[in-house]
């Protein structure tokens, strides 16, 4: 009941009202600390950081086997402003998923800081090196992502293209885009991502080939 309302107040913009329900819980499950660090990450003010930093050392260890707990908790650091907080999160965790790299990878570029998301990238690249070399036949992260299966494949890329668009360096942008996998340049959200990159490098040229293989460009593309 508990998180079915909280959900309800995050998705109409009442991150308070949620935080506030979270407040009365005294034994908050997985889904009530996941939801309560997403209203966090909505209001990002400095009582919503003291909030996670009470929260954070008391959530048991078992709830971090849940695939949301902590991408939601380095989000609502990351969202609130403290950096130093989300990266030693995902520093400890010793089996990092996608959604993390995601979160993490969403904060820095939110505070600035696309450098080090694409260092985050390159983490990846460097995890599939590293089992090859190796000869590791186990999923890498690079493998999981080029399988197209999860939602969060795109949420990297995306992140990766953001990225790339901030800094604003062309030569960098051709090198990455590169990576990208085939299929997912038939996305609609990297599309338009894409074409607002190549515009920020200074590529207008590019841009404008992928927004003409647009079969309907929606307001973001046009926008773009």
Known sequence: MYGAMMKGYIKNNSAKKAIDLFKEIKDPDEMAITLVCNACAQLATVKELNLLKTISPNIPNSFYSNPYVLPSLIDGF???GDVTCAQLLFNKSTK???PMYGA???GLIVNDQEE???NIFNEIRLDELHRENHNDKTMNLLSEMKSDRLESNITIY?????ALAKLGMLEKAESFVQQIPTSFLADHRIQNALIHMWGKVGSVDEAKR???KISQPNHIAWTA
Do not use: D, V
């Open 78 to 80: 990351m969202r609130c």
């Open 96 to 98: 990092k998923t996608l």
């Open 116 to 118: 080090e998301a694409i």
């Open 158 to 162: 995306l992140c990766l293209i953001k």
């Open 210 to 212: 992928i927004f003409e």
């Open 104 to 106: 993490i990878m969403t």
